[in-house]
């Protein structure tokens, strides 16, 4: 019923999870660095506390589709964690669950939980981009805090909390899509100074509400697209450069042209030194 660690040889290479255990117990797998895969039955539902915490060359690991929870720090220091599909079983995530995967690039998560909570994906610094599920009503202190190459999030109307530094140090953020339409029922607390230099997009009708408002009103480029729109440019996400295309409209040029970097360097193609661009979110190099 519950797999455990009997104090015998440790665990190495691909592990196979027996079908019928329904528990992954308490720091099961806690610092064996000799596993690279670990693959969980249907029959589990629960990961324990740092199950497999310091696990730091486990590549891989497939989720049990009935899975419901997963305690604090389960995965902390997992650095050679690729991608991570929490199915939508998960009701339960815990503080600093996947915190320090430096080399988690992937991120999919359950449309059944309702809080990101502390700490939880810190330190990620190869998650690009986020897409937060409509079932979040909280994002918890540090969540994200220091993801270095994040450079795009979408936040749902459904949040109503975002705690003390949930986005801190995220260097490489390059946009804020928030679909908020009541800014001053939502607490925030960004923290990060540099954050409000980036874009806000907000839905239409919003940009004079959000610039009135709390930690919102901070941001020095505000700008209102509908939410179709914003669905159209989150899906337009380049995963290579995280820089996404935009509709023409009157008030965003559709001609922009980034560096792969992120930096906007004008609307005229023909001002270009030799390189690589991203214009409508398509990479163009110039010769």
Known sequence: MEFTYNGGKPFRGDIVVPEGTKKIGHEVFFQHSNIN????????KEIDEKAFAYCTNL?????SDSLESIAPFAFFMCEELDSI????SVTTLGACAFASCTKLRKLVLSNKITEIPNRAFSDCNNIESLTIPRTITAIGY??????????SVTIPNSVKSIDYSAFGDCDSLTYIFSLINEPASV???????????IPLYVLPGMKEVYQKTGEWKKFLTIVEMTEEELQQKEKEVDEATGIASIKAQQHVPSDRIYTLEGTYVGNDIKSLKKGIYIIHGKKVVIR
């Open 142 to 151: 540090s969540a994200f805090k220091s993801c270095k190459r994040l450079k």
């Open 37 to 44: 895969s670990v693959v969980l039955p249907s029959s589990v």
């Open 187 to 197: 607490y925030t607390d960004f923290y990060d100074k540099e954050m409000f230099s």
């Open 59 to 63: 590549k891989s690991i497939t989720l």
């Open 85 to 88: 599909i929490i199915p939508n």
